[in-house]
């Protein structure tokens, strides 16, 4: 008999070769699902890392997006605080103007305080402008304590000082139109009128708009008849300062404007010009009438009032016209017996300012009048209207009868006696 044990142990040893084939297909199947499997999980888990890293992006996107919002509203705020910042400087510019202009006003306040005080007797001597100057600053006891270290001006505010000192360092607003500079906004801005014809300010009397406020303040004083600005000479107002210190000339004697032909000084440069027609010649206004020309028109619209006989100025003295308000002035001094024009080289004086200077020219010699076609000079105008009618034969002076003409008017008044039968005496 054979062994059985052997046997036994060879099945033990190869347990594979007694399994069923279907299992082993079976088992072969179920692992080829499970890797099928885990191949798709690997791809899920792919495809969540991916998600992972699309939702990472999203939400740095987000964060960038918050940042750009947060950004947008810090550039809207700082140009918010450019505007108020704007809007300070413009405040603080108007600010300064008005404390200057306070200071100005207090100054001319206590000015008139020191002139009240130091008032002028007659025969006294009035108070020098240094000196008004110097009572003022001591009844005040206020120095300007910034002073420009440059030019060495001085200002009681020291914003005004910061403001003066844009002119030495060159940071100025600057007129785009015509360059001109200004030392802030606020004066710049107002000067842009010019360029625009902007007159924002209105006169509530009669409607008559204006680019500067001061100019409407001036404007104001013709209807409500102010005149603040007083001579302490002698009393007389004025509307305006220019108007005081043109009128302070007659009592300065000063002539700031002079003659670039003969040298000649006046108190305006309006007596200036007139005066340049002197040496012109230049008579471009003729009278309709009479053919007579003028150099100025408001000479030619006096000369009218001859042939139209208006006299409008009547003086209740003796009841006598004339066509001008200035010759019943100097008319009225003949009842009144003023001469209030007297002669610097004698004691001789005059009624008419004219009068004094051609009775001054027989102390200096001075014959300012040429004749334009001969050598010879005179010291009265009319002196040499009436010799230049010798070279130019002009007769302007027609009898209204028999249309003779003379050259001087003393030669047609004795004519007329021949019609009138009057006889010279």
């Known amino acids: 008999m054979s062994d059985p ?9 190869d347990p594979e070769e007694q399994r069923d084939p279907m299992e082993v297909k079976e ?56 505007e108020v910042k704007e809007e300070s400087e413009e405040l603080s510019e108007v600010k300064e103007e008005s404390e200057e202009l306070s200071e100005v006003k207090e100054e001319s306040e206590e000015l ?7 008032h002028v007797k007659p025969g006294e001597k009035p108070l020098s402008r240094s000196k008004t100057k110097k009572t003022l600053l001591n009844k005040r006891g206020v120095k300007k304590s910034f002073t420009c270290t440059q030019c060495g001006k001085s200002y009681t505010a020291k914003q005004s000082l910061q403001h003066h000192m844009r002119i030495h360092t060159g940071e ?43 100019h409407l303040t001036k404007h104001k004083r013709i209807h409500t008849g102010e005149k603040s600005h007083m001579c302490v000479q002698c009393g ?28 000649k000084t006046f108190f305006r440069t309006s007596h200036m010009m007139k005066h340049l027609t002197v040496h012109t010649k230049e008579k471009p206004h003729s009278c309709s009438v009479c053919g007579k020309s003028f150099s100025l028109l408001p000479y ?15 003086c209740f003295e003796c009841g006598k016209s004339f066509t001008t308000a200035n010759c019943l002035k100097q008319h009225q001094r003949i009842h009144t017996g003023e001469k209030p024009y007297k002669c610097s080289h004698c004691d001789k004086r005059f009624s008419r300012s004219k009068s004094l200077k051609t009775h001054e020219r027989i102390h200096t010699g001075e014959k300012p009048y040429k004749c334009s076609h001969c050598d010879k000079r005179f010291s009265h105008s009319s002196h040499l209207k009436t010799h230049e009618r010798i070279h130019t034969g002009e007769k302007p002076h027609m009898c209204v009868h028999c249309r ?17 039968g009057r006889k010279t005496i």
Not at 45 to 70: A, G, H
Not at 112 to 118: A, D, L, T
Not at 300 to 314: F, G, N, P, S
């Open 112 to 118: 008139s305080e020191v002139k009240e005080e130091h």
């Open 5 to 13: 044990e052997p046997c036994r142990m060879k099945h033990a040893e």
């Open 172 to 214: 100025l607003f600057k007129c785009d139109q015509c360059g001109k500079s200004f030392t802030t906004k606020q004066r710049l801005k107002s000067h842009m009128r010019v360029h625009t014809g902007e007159k924002p300010f209105t006169c509530d009397q009669c409607g008559t708009s204006f680019a500067q406020k001061h």
């Open 300 to 314: 030619l619209h006096a000369h009218q009032k001859i042939h139209t006989d208006m006299r409008e100025y009547v």
């Open 236 to 263: 007389n107002s004025f509307t305006t300062k220019q108007s005081l210190v043109r009128h302070m000339r007659i009592h300065t004697g000063e002539k700031p404007f002079t003659c670039d032909q003969c040298g």
């Open 27 to 82: 088992e072969s199947e179920e692992l080829s699902e499970v890797k099928e499997e885990s191949e798709e999980l690997s791809e899920v888990k792919e495809e969540s890392e991916e998600l992972s890293e699309v939702k990472e992006e999203s939400e740095e996107l987000s964060e960038v997006k918050e940042e750009s919002e947060e950004l947008s509203e810090v550039e809207e705020e700082s140009e918010e605080l450019s």
């Open 404 to 420: 003779t003409s003379f050259r001087h008017k003393s030669s047609l008044k004795l004519h007329m006696r021949v019609h009138t």
